[in-house]
């Protein structure tokens, strides 16, 4: 006598089957590249505090998904993650450009004991791949006195990075090819308007 599965038992068992594939684990992916580092001991008490005061981020993409966007459906990546929020990442790897094009200056993510020389505030309206092979950001950010009573510098900015590189690692590396022009764009706005000592 065969027994029918209820559409149920039919459902949780596919669901079970799914959850028993094996596989190699989603790979961890940062924004950025590697510091190149140099042992030395420099005194940061007397340069200027530039603080990356501000990342925001739309909440469908400030999670650890790596997103592909193809209309108006999200596709979240099967084989890889990101190690942290997308919002912390951008914050992380935007402070680690602007201290290498700013080496005159402390850039930080962290609130300085004393308020700093400028503040940068960001608000990401997007940041995700797309199936034409591009990874686009737009984000409005703005240049503080530091005490952000007064704005200094308030721009609107567009990138489209083609993706060279194949999978994750490709979108990954656009992404932050995308967060370096963003940078180059702030550095030269604070350069414009350089903080006292």
Not at 67 to 77: A, D, E, H, N
Not at 96 to 107: F, N, R, S, W, Y
Not at 111 to 132: C, G, H, K, N
């Amino acid at each position: 006598m065969i027994r029918r599965l209820s559409p149920l038992s039919g459902a949780v068992l596919l669901l079970l089957a799914a959850c028993g594939r094996s596989g190699p684990p989603p790979r961890m992916y940062v924004l950025g590249n590697p510091q190149r580092v140099v042992t030395a001991s420099t005194s940061q008490s007397r340069l200027p505090v530039i603080e990356v005061a501000r990342v925001r981020v739309p909440g469908y993409l400030d999670t650890t998904d790596i997103i592909t966007r193809s209309g108006s459906q999200v596709i979240p990546s099967d084989t890889g993650h990101w190690a942290e929020r997308l919002s912390a990442g951008v914050a992380r790897a935007l402070a680690a450009d602007l201290t290498t094009q700013l080496p005159a200056m402390h850039v930080t993510t962290a609130q300085p004991a004393s308020s700093p020389a400028r503040q940068v505030l960001v608000d990401v309206e997007t940041l995700e791949a797309r199936p034409d092979h591009q990874v686009v950001m737009v984000a409005n950010w703005s240049i503080t006195d530091g005490r952000a009573e007064r704005t200094l510098l308030a721009k609107h900015s567009t990138f489209a990075i083609p993706v060279q590189g194949a999978g994750d690692a490709g979108v990954v590396a656009a992404m932050t090819r995308a967060v370096s022009e963003l940078a180059d764009q702030v550095a030269n706005g604070i350069r414009r308007a350089p903080p006292r000592h």
